[in-house]
């Protein structure tokens, strides 16, 4: 039987619970693991005989209950859904008490992490948090977004801040050089509490669906540049490099730039991204972040839109059908200048920030709905280093919260005003572009319309209430009443002369 002999405890060792075992063992902790399949256990001591921290593999969750000091600190990786009950269930069986903490850092859905800490209250104590990364982050520093009980954080804390990412204190500026066996020195950990029950889990899928966007404006990016300029991957990987020494430096665009310069292992004379059939997966986070958006009435247009970006891409035989029949402009190359491919950096610079306001704005809402209070300049802060979307342009999202921590929407903050002010000319001009030339280009168009009528004083929706009510009755207020009185009208043209022709 095994002797306790460390605090923490982990379950799941795929992907992401291999590399967040290890994470935890080069920053000194002794670390029980435990995988259903047993064998992945074997294998992983087997591969890993010398950490910092001791590996303590388990064939059984008595056996890794027993290994663990109390109070427990167990963190859970496995498939998000069913498979967390499961886990909690078994190992409530297997001997964790009321005191101990189990962490699901998977990506659940914030409200099963709501009803999970409800659920099991009196027998463990669940808190949820958000890990964001993939492989490397897990490995070396990703960034965490923890949620729950403020009591259980204090047991989770002290390891949740030794294995983040770490940015420089002054710049922002993720810190590099971590190795395994030897963890980064120094800087801010990315990660902080960010409030009780889902909060976390909520702030990880908004985090997500702020990936897919990302992600589609640097896809309709490298379109426009290849359909309007007949680049090579080559040649765009060096205007992808460029751009990740301006505002637009980020990990998304700098992994772009090398994705682009691959060849394809089979055949070196061409690149791997034509070999790649244009089909995007989904995992389904960003499905929730855009059904939130719905669910609260939160214009989130754009992350919707890569939603259904990459559902549109993944009916390919449609498309290919649909492309022999319906027609549309013949692209006309223009040819590379600088000025073409500044206009398209700005379109997908200024998109980009609708799109962290899009996800901010929905954030705002959420804390009411589930009364947290969430810190958004904190939120931006642990962003900046470990995950998916960290950007150079983070450190000003902070700037802006902690300038103003009530901004209502980041298009309001003074630095972000100027930096739409100053690029929207390209990019209107790169969005005509694509509708003359009949090039697919969603988000970009999706977030020039959420930014236009944003700033719009007045939208057609008057039309919309009168509409509504003459079919049904709905009423409306009108502008010289107060607001909250509502009218109807008898519409038919029947029963109002004045409406005859
Ligand atoms: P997966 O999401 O692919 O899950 C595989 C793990 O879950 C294996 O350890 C598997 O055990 C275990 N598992 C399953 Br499936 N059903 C189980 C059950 N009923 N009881 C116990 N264990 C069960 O792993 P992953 O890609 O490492 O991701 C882990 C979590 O982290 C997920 O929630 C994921 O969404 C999230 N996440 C992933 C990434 C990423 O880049 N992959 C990034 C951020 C967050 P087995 O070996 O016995 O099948």
């Not at 605090?7 to 080069?26: S, T, Y």
């Not at 007949?230 to 040649?235: Q, R, S, T, V």
């Not at 839109?305 to 990459?310: H, K, L, S, Y």
Request: charged fraction near 20%.
């Amino acid at each position: 039987m095994a002797t306790a002999n460390t605090r923490v405890g982990l379950i799941g060792l795929a992907v992401m619970g291999k590399n967040l075992a290890l994470n935890i063992a080069d920053h000194g902790f002794d670390i029980a693991v435990f995988n259903r399949t047993t064998s992945v256990t074997d294998e992983f001591i087997k591969e890993n005989p010398i950490t910092p921290g001791k590996l303590i593999g388990c064939q059984s969750l008595r056996e890794f209950v027993a290994a663990i000091a109390r109070p427990r600190v167990v963190v859970v990786l496995v498939k998000a859904g069913p498979a967390v009950d499961s886990i909690v269930q078994q190992l409530i069986e297997a001997g964790l008490d009321a005191e101990d903490i189990v962490v699901d850092a998977g990506n659940s859905l914030w409200t099963d992490t709501i009803r999970r800490e409800k659920e099991y209250a009196g027998k463990i104590k669940f808190f949820g948090s958000g890990v964001s990364g993939g492989e490397l982050g897990a490995r070396f520093g990703p960034s965490l977004m923890p949620g729950g009980d403020p009591a259980s954080w204090k047991h989770l804390e002290p390891i949740w801040k030794a294995i983040a990412a770490k940015v420089d204190a002054k710049t922002g500026q993720p810190i590099p050089g971590a190795e395994p066996g030897k963890p980064v020195q120094g800087g801010v950990p990315c990660t902080a509490y960010l409030g009780p029950n889902g909060a976390g889990h909520y702030v990880k899928m908004v985090h997500n669906g702020i990936e897919y966007v990302d992600m589609q404006l640097i896809s309709e990016a490298y379109f426009l540049l290849r359909s309007l300029l007949g680049l090579k991957p080559d040649e765009l990987s060096a205007i992808f490099s460029d751009w990740n020494r301006t505002e637009l430096d980020s990990y998304l665009i700098e992994i772009t730039a090398d994705v682009l310069r691959q060849r394809d292992p089979r055949n070196k004379r061409k690149f791997l991204v034509d070999v790649i059939v244009d089909a995007a997966g989904q995992k389904g986070t960003g499905k929730w972040t855009a059904s939130n958006a719905l669910d609260m009435g939160i214009p989130a247009n754009s992350i919707a839109e890569a939603v259904f970006a990459r559902c549109m891409s993944a009916i390919k035989g449609e498309r290919l059908i649909a492309s022999k029949k319906l027609r549309g402009p013949t692209i006309k190359k223009l040819r590379a200048g600088t000025a073409v491919i500044e206009a398209i950096r700005q379109a997908l610079y200024c998109s980009k920030i609708c799109a962290y306001a899009q996800g901010f704005q929905l954030m705002r809402e959420a804390q009411k709905e589930y009364n947290w209070k969430l810190d958004f300049g904190t939120i931006a802060s642990i962003w900046r280093g470990g995950c998916i979307i960290r950007a150079r342009f983070l450190q000003k999202i902070t700037d802006a919260y902690q300038i103003n921590p009530q901004l209502v929407n980041l298009l309001m903050d003074p630095y972000f005003r100027k930096e739409i002010r100053n690029g929207q000319d390209d990019w209107r001009k790169v969005i005509t572009l694509a509708v003359q030339q009949g090039i697919p280009a969603p988000a970009f168009m999706s977030a020039l319309a959420y930014y236009d009528a944003y700033r719009s004083a007045v939208l057609p929706a008057n039309l919309i209430q009168a509409q509504r009510d003459y079919f049904g009755a709905h009423t409306y207020e009108r502008l010289d009443s107060p607001s909250g009185e509502f009218f109807h009208v008898d519409w038919p043209a029947a029963n109002r002369p004045e409406l005859k022709v």
